[in-house]
């Protein structure tokens, strides 16, 4: 009923964004995308269930990545990454900042798993489409199999019942 109000509140809304949101998230984002280049250390002997003598399958559970993350950063002391019918959800908080992020990961070739954002949710206001783009073209959240060994392909993924599995296949160079 009061356009002006709306106005106001609509004007502080982006001003808030502009000072502490978007600061925030390019940070939160930096930190991420640095680690994930780290990601491979979670592929050890235990998380491998071998399916025959080329093909193997990667487990990872949502608590031992989250617990990977804090171990990386305390920045991540305060979210909480969650893996379900194929999406990747983050809720959490940094700088006094509530944020969420969904998205998925495509897997656009045998050694690249790229991360799509489908909602940025900034003190549960939703963002839009183009900040969505802008932080995506900025930050490389993407996964990169051949850190773990060179001559790992991805078959497929998923990200259900709090677990993300990979179905790898070694291709040897001969």
Not at 19 to 44: H, Y
Not at 97 to 122: A, C, K, M, W
Request: a negative charge.
């Amino acid at each position: 009923d009061d356009p002006t109000a709306v106005q106001s509140l609509m004007d502080h809304l982006v001003n808030d964004w502009r000072e502490r949101g978007l600061p925030a998230f390019r940070k939160f984002f930096a930190v991420l995308s640095n680690v994930m280049g780290e990601i491979s250390e979670l592929a050890t002997p235990d998380r491998i269930q071998s399916n025959g003598l080329f093909s193997h399958t990667l487990t990872i559970g949502e608590k031992e990545f989250n617990n990977f993350l804090v171990s990386k950063n305390e920045l991540f002391a305060q979210s909480y990454f969650q893996f379900n019918d194929d999406k990747l959800i983050v809720d959490g908080s940094y700088e006094q900042i509530n944020l969420r992020i969904v998205g998925e990961y495509e897997l656009v070739s045998p050694t690249e798993l790229q991360f799509h954002i489908d909602q940025l949710l900034f003190d549960g206001f939703e963002l839009p489409r183009s900040t969505i783009e802008e932080l995506a073209q900025e930050f490389d959240l993407g996964f990169y199999p051949e850190l773990i060994n060179p001559h790992i392909r991805v078959d497929s993924l998923t990200l259900d019942e709090q677990r993300l599995q990979l179905n790898l296949k070694w291709e040897l160079p001969f």
